[in-house]
Structure formats: C-alpha cells, structure tokens
C-alpha cells in the first residue's frame, strides 16, 4: 500500500504495519541501567499484548507505548513524532510512553532518508510524518473494529475520544486498556489511508502551545542517561592515541613507561593510532600521554593548509574556464549576464569549524563471539551497525545498538570513529564491555569539520537593475565522497548537502549552480545546517548588494523578487514589523535574512553595533519570523529558532578551525572560540504557521539567516562595506573598513 500526504510518497510495507512473531520485543534494555523512556512516567515499555503493529503497544491499564525512530539531541524529536501519533490515535497523552527504537532499519528507517536510521538534515519530521499518522489511525480504527466487536454494534456508531472508544445512542464508553485487554485482533487488520487522518481543526495536539517535552524531566532530576552516563558490571575503559595528521599510521611504538601505569592493563596497536584499556579513566589518559609513537609520514594530508587553500578555492571559482559539475540550471545563466547592462562579481569563504559539542564523543561496547552490543550517542544506528560488523567480522544483524541521549550532534555523531574506537577495543578483551570517552582535545583535532569553501557569484542586471541571470559556482570537497559513495557517484560527482542552500525560490529568469570539487584529503563532515549556512550567507549578502545598487530597501526587493512566494512575504513583513525596520537606530544598524531551506520559511532581521576602533561587532538583538508548514509545537519551534540563532551568531563571529601542514591548531575552549553566554543576543520569535501547508524542517532552519542579517547591517551601518569572510574576525572587520 502507498500513501501520498503533503508531498511526499511513502510506501507503508507489511511489514512496517503487522506485527509478526518476530518483531514484538520493542522494549530497549540497558542491562544494569534505566530504559530509555522519556514520557509521563519514566518506564520500560507497558507489558500488553495488544500491538497492531511494531509502532504501539497498549496495556490493560491502558497505558500506550509509542516508539520513537529518530534520536533525541536537544531538538525535542521524541516529543513531537510520537505526538504525531498519538493525534490520530486520538491518546490520552498523559497515559503515552516514549520508546526509543531499537536498531532495526527495515522497521524503522527513515522512509525520506534512503530507508535507514539516521536523524539529520532536519528530515525527521518530514520524512517520519506521514507513516507514523497513518500508524495511528490505523490502530484508531482497529481499536475501533475490535470495540465493535465487544459491544455488539457497528463500527460506523463509534466514535473515540482520549484513550476511549464511545458508543453515544447507548451511552456506553471502552477505555483503549479494557479493549486492550479483551479484544482480538481482527484479521485483516483494518487499513488506513489519507482519508482517515484528522482534519487540522480536530487536532487536540498539533499546534498546541501546552504540550511539554518528554525528555526534559530526566533531563533536570538528573536520570536522563547520556553516552556518557553508560555504566555496566565489569566495565573496563579506553582511549586512543591518534596520529596529529589524519590518515598516518604508528610505525613504531615504545609503551614501557604507558604499560606500568597503575590500572593500565592492556595496550592494543591499532591501524590508525594506539589503543590503551584500564581500570580507570584517569590510568587509560595518563597512559596516554606516556605513549611515544613514531608515525608515518606519507599521508596527503600533510599538505594541507587551510588558509593557503582557501585562496586556491578562491581562485579556482573566479576561474570560470574551470568547468565543475552542473547542480542546477533553468534557462542560459551564461548568455544572460554577459547581455547585462550591469555585471556584479562576488567571492564569500567560509573556514572549517567544528562541532564542539558538549558531550564529546563516546561509545560502549561488548563483543561476545560473532555478537557486539553498543551503547553509545550516535546519529546513526544503522551506520553504526555497519561499522561495528566490519571490524568483528560479523553481519549487521548480529550488532545491537542501544541509542542513548545525545549531549548534542549536528551531525558530528552521525559518524562512526568513536564507535570504531570502543569496538576495536572491546574485541580485544572479548567479553568486558570497555567504554571510549574523547577528551576534548582529540574531539576538536580529530572532528569532521564543516567544509572549507568559497562561492564565487555573478549576477547580471538590466538597465532597470532587474536580476537577468545569476551564477553561482561552489568550490569545496565533498561529504558524500566519503560517507555516500554511491549516492555521490549516482549523482554525477554532485554533492547536494554540499552545495545545499544555492538553490532559491527567488525568481530570476536564469539561474545556474556550479560544484567543484576539491579533493585535498582531509576528511569533512556533516555540520549544523552544512552548506545552507554558507550558501544563504553569499545570496542574502548579495541580495542587499543589489539592492544597494539599485537604490531600493533590502525588505522591497526581496518582496519583489518574491512576488509569487506567500509564505516567503509572510515572514519577510511580519519580522520586518517585528523590528520596526523603517525606524532609526543611534548608532546601531539592522540587516534582514531570508531563508526557504528544510521545507520552511524563515526571515531574521539582527541589530549590532561596531567598535570601529577594534572591528569587534556586537549583535543586540535578533527577531526572528519561522511558517513551518504545520506548527507541531509552537513553542518548541520558538526554542530551536533560540539555539540556531545563538549558535549562528557565535558561528557567524567567532568559530574557526585552522589547519597547518596537516594539524589542527586548536584543541579546547580556549583556542577554539564559541559564543558565551554574555554575548548572546536578546531573540524575539513569531511562528506564523501556513495551514494546509506540508511539515517543514525546523532543528537547523534558525542557523542560515543570522549570519547574513549581521553582514547586512555591518554593510547598513558602515555605508555599504561588505564582509564576505566567515567568522567576522576583528582582524578582518578592520580590513575592510579600510579596503
């Protein structure tokens, strides 16, 4: 069966929807430890024999446990799908149980994220939502089949309210546990289509602005369990000492002064670095730190330098004979800017940065025979099941993964070298569990970092300064190369997350996307919002630039050039009330943002000042505009647009990772800036939802304005100078106000 809702196809397998013998067992236990429940009651799974499907369990005492496929990294993720399906399963929400899911990609991939367990790219919404509606109004109308068959009476005389199945001509009522616990699963089961889901005004949940977050409970009475937190018997723990440049292996290892560390009691020579397993976290780190390796020193990467690179990526998209690969065309781009009465040429960069969360990386692992058995933060259970198989030498469906909270992701726990690291070890001692934990130096050395890039763009205006072509070259390496060979390849050597973001919904009569690809070696990853977040930097900076050109308010052009856009003019003139644009400002200037990516549409306008003296830039206040589509929870979305305006500020001004020869130059806090709490913005929100409207992405859909609507009012207050650099460095905010 296939149902389309809002969009998007998803093909509800049979073995998706029926319980089979096989698939009931979706309690997640932790050995030793708590489940991981988040709900009213922090719980294992209600015992019930009452499961329509692999998604829900109902107890007798009428108690629903819900399984949520994505994993929980701050973004509130195990609220808002099981939300989804208790709506349409008309639940009491008070009596509803959250269950992370256990590893098990056919039942429960992302059918929006080429089938598999992994929660990124703010697709979880978008990708979850229409199965796990259609789940719950299939069990609603089981439940109300098997009601029917209790009471006697036809099913098109029920009715159901919270938790309740209601008979009104004869007054009589079934709470779901009582049908729970006496009926019989019809065979066939009933099925559900689009037809059967709720119109949005009976939702009881959706939009709601009093529905909490589950996770929060544990989060703040200190029960929640983090990778971190894992605790099991006969834990042993571990480390590894990396190479300083990516890809060089140990040549020669001297362990006499590590091995005689009190606790030390085993050191294991790996491919990429040197292992140490101990007692203690504290013996395994001094181990460490008495190791001497002497490395290789073959490794390409030991030719990369960040800064010189930059400029050669700078070059390379000024260098339009350099052919890249087509990521988007409509009409001749080409011929139209070179008929233009006006050519505006643009170069925007942007440094490496690191992820820098606040959990650093972890893992647990046991290894027993042919069997392995994970605990660990991870962004990606399936991949983590690859990965960990591989190195047993087992198959996937013999490795376990027990998902835990994660202390923050954006995409750095989406990657398998921490679970690498506890699985190499654990096989070692097979039969203990060891756990990994990074310091904080090796998570910033040893990130994935957001890619190092520039964006050379050229736009052409007719006499009447209209945009009549616009070319947009990317010059960067690739994630996709590295984590998705075969999506890159089907692709034609196009990586879409790379180059995500270029393509707007402004309309233009010509518009052409470029990659290119720059393969220096070093291993890049998946960041917070990726390549949006420097994508929109270069269009809405250059969106005012035009403006600026034309002699026209930032706000009006982008209305024009918008016409045919209303949700993007919706948010665009609700923030530009928001912060009484057309007022002045003594000595402060304001700049606005738009952004169309994750399926929302999201405006910011930010109001800073500048030391001129010091080229420090100081942002006031932001106001911020987000439809996404279908507003699940209103004020959830008003705090993830808080944490993607907050991050994109200290992104924007502050962070970056520097690469000399291959090592990285920063290693903690103090060497790799972030925002503090002092210098974070005073942030209004107005969610203004579009009913009817598909669900939109929200966890990253704050990040991509902010920087640009800094830039824009830098360019406001100064008289028009321009920063195309990310992070607005002193240094560099200085340089162009002289330039």
Known sequence: ?????????????????????????????????????????????????????????????????????????????????????????????????????????????????????????????????????????????????????????????????????????????????EIAARAVLPDPLPQATEADLKPSDKWRYIGSRSIPRVDVPSKTNGTAVYGIDVQLPDMLYGAVLRAPVQDERPEAIDDAEARVVPGVTQIVPLAYGVGIIGETVEATRRAKELLKVTWSTTSRVRNYTSERLLDEYRAVGRDLTQQGVTAYTHGDAEAAIAGAATVIEVDYMSDHVAHATMEPMNATALVTGDRVEIWAPTQGPTGTQGFAADIVGTTPDKVKVNTTLLGGGFGRKAEADFIVDAVSLAKAVEGRPVKVIWSREDDVRHDKFRPLEAQHVKVGLDAEGNIVGWRHRVVADSIFARTLPPVFEEAG???????????????????????????????????????????????????????????????????????????????????????????????????????????????????????????????????????????????????????????????????????????????????????????????????????????????????????????????????????????????????????
């Open 1 to 177: 069966m296939s149902e389309t809702i809002t969009g998007r196809s998803h093909a509800l397998s049979r073995r998706s929807f029926l319980v089979t013998a096989g698939s009931l067992g979706i309690v997640v236990s932790f050995g030793g430890l708590p489940d991981l429940v988040h709900g009213a009651a922090l719980a294992p799974a209600a015992e019930g024999s009452f499961r329509p499907n692999v998604w829900i369990t109902i107890a007798a005492d009428g108690t629903i446990s819900i399984i949520a496929p994505a994993v929980e990294m701050g973004q509130g993720i195990t609220t808002t799908l099981p939300l989804l399906v208790a709506e349409e399963l008309d639940a009491d929400w008070s009596r509803v149980r959250v269950v992370q899911a256990p590893s098990d990609a056919e039942l429960y991939g992302n059918p929006g994220f080429y089938g598999i367990q992994l929660t990124g790219g703010s697709e979880s919404t978008r990708g979850y939502n229409a199965l796990l509606r259609l789940t719950g109004a299939q069990t609603r109308l089981t439940l109300l089949a098997a009601a029917a068959g209790i009471m006697n009476v036809p099913v098109s005389e029920l009715t159901t309210e919270p938790s309740r199945v209601v008979h009104a001509s004869s007054g009589r009522a079934l709470d779901y546990g």
């Open 493 to 739: 050597g196009h990586d879409d997350v790379v180059t995500e973001g270029a393509k707007f919904n402004y309309t233009v009569p010509a518009h052409q996307i470029e990659y290119l690809r720059q393969d220096n070696g070093l291993d890049i990853g998946f960041w917070f919002a990726v390549g949006v977040g420097y994508t929109r930097f270069a269009i809405e900076c250059l969106v005012d630039e035009i403006a600026a050109a034309r002699g026209v308010d930032p706000v009006a052009l982008r209305l024009e050039l918008l016409k045919d856009q209303p949700r993007a003019r919706k948010v665009i003139e609700t923030v530009a009330r928001m912060a009484e644009w057309d007022r002045a400002r003594n000595g402060r200037g304001i700049g606005m943002a738009y952004s169309d990516a994750f399926g929302s549409h999201c405006a910011q306008v930010a109001e800073v000042s500048l030391n001129r003296d010091t080229g420090e830039i100081r942002v006031h206040k932001v106001w911020c505009a987000i439809d996404p589509g279908v507003a699940i929870q209103p004020l959830h979305i008003e705090a993830m647009m808080i944490t993607g305006i907050t991050g994109g500020t200290g992104h924007a001004l502050f962070e970056q990772i520097n690469v000399v020869d291959g090592e990285v130059q920063e290693s903690n806090f103090d060497t790799y800036r972030v925002i503090r709490m002092s210098e974070a913005p005073e942030i209004e929100v107005s969610v203004v939802p579009t009913p009817g409207s598909p669900f939109g992405g929200i966890g990253q859909a704050g990040l991509p304005p902010v920087g640009p609507a800094i830039a824009n009012a830098v360019a406001r207050l100064t008289g028009g100078v321009r920063l195309r650099h990310y992070p607005f460095l002193p240094d560099r905010v200085l340089a162009a106000l002289i330039s």
